[in-house]
């Protein structure tokens, strides 16, 4: 969550969610989160676990390139 | 009775002495419909409380419209963790309690010194992004 944050700090174009989701299984069923930490970038690109820092970038990389063919 | 344990208190005192720039944590609660989140409330203003570099803000999710809305809150409970001049969009949903205490304090750092401590490239890769790109952790309590 940390490192997500982190990504806010440094970019303008980049938000950052920590959610502690036992109160919202909306959300939890919405984005499918049985293992946590889980890490939804965009809508569409998501991994589990605590990953390093290049692993969060090619996912925020990848979600900009989805989100930029769907428009 | 205290939510912030003495003994924690004192730790965060002496963490908080490295704070660089003021943090504003602006708590969005509702007191009828969901009463966790004036226990977050009292958290946040207990944290704050703890240096003067920090100020809570408590908002009423029901009653302030305008501030929900500027600030692109959806639910409740929520903290969004802001710069003193800048909002980095940085929001913590849900109770923030075991290792999101931790996270919680650690995002108050990292907005305070308004530096990401990241390597370079990901700096210069983050510099690239062509578009918005909205992020969210989830986590459980530990």
Do not use: C, W
């Not at chain 1, 920590?18 to 109160?23: M, S």
């Not at chain 1, 959300?27 to 820092?53: H, I, M, N, W």
């Not at chain 2, 062509?130 to 969210?136: C, D, I, L």
Request: aromatic share 6%; hydrophobic share 45%.
């Amino acid at each position: 969550m940390r490192l997500a944050y982190r990504f806010a700090i440094e970019s303008e174009r980049v938000t950052a969610d920590g959610v502690e989701v036992t109160g919202y299984a909306d959300l939890a069923r919405r984005y499918r989160v049985s293992a946590v930490p889980k890490t939804v970038v965009g809508e569409t690109v998501e991994f589990v676990g605590a990953g390093p820092e290049d692993m969060l970038l090619r996912h925020v990389q990848q979600a900009a390139e989805v989100e930029a063919g769907t428009t | 009775m205290a939510l912030i344990r003495d003994d924690v208190a004192a730790q965060l005192k002496a963490e908080f002495e490295s704070l660089q720039n003021p943090v504003r944590l602006v708590v969005f609660s509702q007191t009828m419909a969901d009463p966790e989140s004036e226990q977050v409330r009292r958290l946040v203003e207990e944290l704050a409380a703890l240096d003067d570099r920090l100020t809570a803000e408590p908002v009423n999710f029901v009653l302030d419209q305008e501030r929900v809305a500027q600030l692109g809150i959806a639910r409740t409970p929520a903290v969004a963790i802001l710069g003193a001049e800048k909002d980095y969009g940085i929001r913590f949903y849900g109770l923030p309690s075991g290792y999101e205490f931790g996270t919680l304090v650690d995002a108050v750092l990292d907005v305070s010194s308004g530096d990401s401590g990241l390597s370079e490239p990901t700096r210069t890769a983050l510099a690239g992004l062509a578009r918005p790109v909205h992020v969210q952790v989830f986590s459980t309590p530990t």
